[in-house]
């Protein structure tokens, strides 16, 4: 059974992580702002793929933005991006978000107008550089980068105070960014979330469920 839901998460982890590729299987964005506090928007498919897809005319960045993380099958955030709410327009992380961003509809602007009540970065966001399992694998997979999105999203985003949940998987990480030096380098992924410093960060469960189908 184990190794039908490993093949079943690989299978929903490849149409996530499609790259800069229209986002098939994506059905919802999650949104987060600098202060920890996030929104999630659910859509069909067609519509978020507009995101990716259906863009307009490229704007010089100004002000802050949102990140914004595609969410498909088996939980997986992933292809993360930044929305500029006052210039409505998507800059994408790969490959120049520095100095552009491309507009989005009307339709689209309604679909992330949430975003317009998050307090905005104005730095660059912090990232995990890479990121180490200190566990064995078993499955159909034989690293943990995958991860590095999931792992960023959940600690953007805010915790709370928790003992460490049982059943978790232990990970080291090198961040890069201006919060760097405040991300933990030591975390564990839960079913709950990502638990670190004595908090649980906020991760769906699929994330975990596809992991533990892959390892000892």
């Known amino acids: 059974m184990r190794t039908v839901l490993g093949v079943i998460g690989l299978v929903a982890l490849a149409l996530t992580l499609s790259g800069s590729a229209a986002a098939k299987g994506f059905t919802r964005v999650v949104l987060v702002g600098s202060s ?26 100004r002000g802050g933005y949102v990140r914004l993380f595609f969410v498909g099958g088996g939980d997986f955030p992933a292809n993360p991006a ?18 552009s961003c491309a507009r989005i509809d009307a339709t689209l602007v309604r679909l992330l107008s949430k975003a ?38 959940a600690l953007d985003r805010t915790g709370r105070p928790s ?42 469960r699929g994330v975990w469920e596809w992991f533990r189908v892959n390892v000892d």
């Open 116 to 153: 317009r009540r998050l307090q905005r970065f104005e730095a660059r966001p912090t990232t995990l550089a890479s990121i180490t399992y200190h566990g064995r694998f078993a499955g159909m997979i034989a690293t943990a980068a995958a991860l590095k999105d999931p792992i960023e999203l």
């Open 163 to 204: 003992r460490k949940p049982s059943g978790c998987y232990a990970f080291t990480g090198r961040w890069k960014g201006p919060a760097a030096a405040r991300r933990p380098r030591s975390f564990f992924l839960c079913a709950a979330g990502i638990y670190a410093n004595h908090r649980v960060y906020p991760l769906r």
């Open 82 to 99: 930044r929305y500029y709410p006052a210039q409505e327009c998507v800059a994408l992380d790969w490959p120049s978000y520095e100095t």
């Open 36 to 61: 920890g506090r996030w929104t999630e928007v659910h859509a069909r498919e067609g519509t978020i793929d507009g995101l990716l897809s259906k863009r307009g005319t490229v704007a010089r960045i």
